[in-house]
């Protein structure tokens, strides 16, 4: 059973930084697609930065963090980190962390994901 544990959400001013933080329990946890995804009020769930399991990791990211936010994973201690700065109000969402070892890619697309955590409010105020 995987389960995904985020924390590092809360409040933030405009162009200030939170770090969110993703605890993975699973063997294969090296071997793990791990992403963030979003979902603010009353819009769809969306990708908003990946990582692979490789010694050198490619991340990738939606258009709108882009020079933004950064994913980074902790492989000792199993642990997912994204770090947003330069925050703007339409960051302000429920953030989840998603993982599964089974995608070819990496991808932002949410049902290729199987296990998830519980998510994590960020709220950014202008």
């Known amino acids: 059973q995987v389960q995904l544990l985020e924390s590092g959400g809360g409040s933030a001013q405009s162009g200030g930084s939170l770090r969110l933080s993703c605890v993975v329990s699973?063997?294969?946890?090296?071997?793990?697609?791990m992403v963030w995804f979003r979902q603010g009020p009353g819009k769809e769930r969306e990708g908003v930065a990946s990582?692979?399991?490789?010694?050198?990791?490619?991340?990738m990211y939606a258009d709108s963090v882009k020079g933004r936010f950064t994913i980074s994973r902790d492989n000792t201690n199993k642990v997912v980190y994204l770090r947003m700065n330069s925050l703007d109000p339409e960051d302000t969402a429920m953030y989840y962390c998603?993982?599964?070892?089974?995608?070819?890619?990496?991808?932002?697309?949410?049902?290729?994901?199987?296990?998830w955590g519980q998510g994590t409010q960020v709220s950014v105020s202008s």
């Open positions: 998603a993982a599964d070892s089974a995608v070819p890619i990496c991808s932002l697309i949410p049902v290729d994901y199987r296990y």
């Open positions: 699973e063997g294969t946890y090296r071997s793990t697609c």
């Open positions: 990582i692979d399991a490789d010694d050198y990791p490619m991340p």
